[in-house]
């Protein structure tokens, strides 16, 4: 029974894992290119244990654990905003770069906006990285615009391009917070790049997908502390047999 209990108890662990995840999806449901997150799990089996005396052999204890956290990556849909500085990536697999503390990061949010010292940030204030560098306007320049390539111009002329990156392999990103993402692999140039100014690509979650398997976690959650309960109670009442024969 104590085998059971544990058994229950790491799947327990393994829901509520899931719940936190899927909770944090519909937490990021207006979040600008925010992508999806999954669990995947395994079967894990205990070492068989080597009583083989009793007429019904010790046999193995399987487990859940979680095996690996899944992005999907699918384009969301794209809403005009009318927004100078917001822009969204038309693939897949490509991604604007930005500046961090930590090193370069990537991410699909549009968002942007200009800091008080003129340089193209992310909303949480990260520059945007052009093919030179940095991109920076003046207080004077106005009429700011984006083509379909990435080149960004303004009042005062040519600005530079944005800097995009591309994965064709887009197993190498993982997630690193603030809805960016870091890379184990160099990224490469992308064949072609196509962004359009005054659209930002929405967040990929369904709300109902997510809600309907937040149920399905939940209605699973009860029926494993049920399950655990009456555990419980049938070691309570051997227990309480054993003591009463043994008076």
Same mark, same amino acid.
């Given at each position: 029974?104590?085998?059971?209990?544990?058994?229950?108890?790491?799947?327990?662990?393994?829901?509520? %894992?899931?719940? #936190?995840?899927?909770?944090? +999806?519909?937490?990021?449901?207006? =979040? $600008?290119?925010? @992508?999806? *997150?999954?669990? &995947?799990?395994?079967?894990?089996?205990?070492?068989?244990?080597?009583?083989?005396?009793?007429?019904?052999?010790?046999?193995?204890?399987?487990?859940?654990?979680?095996?690996?956290?899944?992005?999907?990556?699918?384009?969301?849909?794209?809403?005009?905003?009318?927004?100078?500085?917001?822009?969204?990536?038309?693939?897949?697999?490509?991604?604007?770069?930005?500046?961090?503390?930590?090193?370069?990061?990537?991410? %699909?949010?549009? #968002?942007?906006?200009?800091? +008080?010292?003129?340089?193209?940030? =992310? $909303?949480?204030? @990260?520059? *945007?990285?052009? &093919?030179?560098?940095?991109?920076?306007?003046?207080?004077?320049?106005?009429?700011?615009?984006?083509?379909?390539?990435?080149?960004?111009?303004?009042?005062?002329?040519?600005?530079?391009?944005?800097?995009?990156?591309?994965?064709?392999?887009?197993?190498?990103?993982?997630?690193?917070?603030?809805?960016?993402?870091?890379?184990?692999?160099?990224?490469?140039?992308?064949?072609?790049?196509?962004?359009?100014?005054?659209?930002?690509?929405?967040?990929?979650?369904?709300?109902?997908?997510?809600?309907?398997?937040?149920?399905?976690?939940?209605?699973?959650?009860?029926?494993?502390?049920?399950?655990?309960?009456?555990?419980?109670?049938?070691?309570?009442?051997?227990?309480?047999?054993?003591?009463?024969?043994?008076?």
């Amino acid at each position: 029974m104590q085998n059971a209990t544990l058994v229950a108890l790491s799947s327990q662990v393994a829901l509520r %894992r899931k719940l #936190d995840v899927i909770a944090n +999806n519909v937490a990021n449901m207006d =979040t $600008a290119g925010f @992508k999806r *997150v999954s669990l &995947d799990f395994e079967e894990t089996t205990m070492p068989k244990a080597s009583a083989t005396l009793f007429p019904r052999r010790d046999r193995d204890n399987r487990f859940v654990r979680e095996l690996a956290t899944v992005h999907d990556f699918s384009a969301g849909s794209v809403e005009m905003t009318g927004n100078d500085l917001d822009v969204a990536i038309e693939s897949d697999n490509s991604f604007f770069v930005v500046n961090t503390p930590a090193g370069e990061r990537y991410t %699909r949010a549009g #968002d942007f906006a200009i800091d +008080n010292t003129g340089r193209l940030v =992310t $909303a949480d204030g @990260k520059p *945007v990285m052009g &093919d030179g560098g940095e991109i920076v306007f003046g207080n004077e320049e106005t009429n700011i615009a984006i083509a379909h390539d990435g080149t960004i111009s303004s009042s005062a002329g040519l600005k530079g391009a944005l800097r995009i990156a591309s994965f064709p392999d887009i197993t190498v990103l993982s997630k690193d917070g603030e809805n960016l993402y870091s890379a184990s692999a160099a990224p490469q140039a992308p064949a072609s790049i196509r962004v359009r100014q005054g659209a930002l690509e929405k967040s990929n979650v369904s709300g109902v997908e997510e809600l309907t398997a937040m149920l399905d976690v939940q209605r699973a959650y009860e029926r494993i502390s049920n399950m655990v309960k009456q555990q419980n109670d049938l070691s309570a009442k051997a227990i309480e047999r054993l003591g009463s024969v043994n008076a």
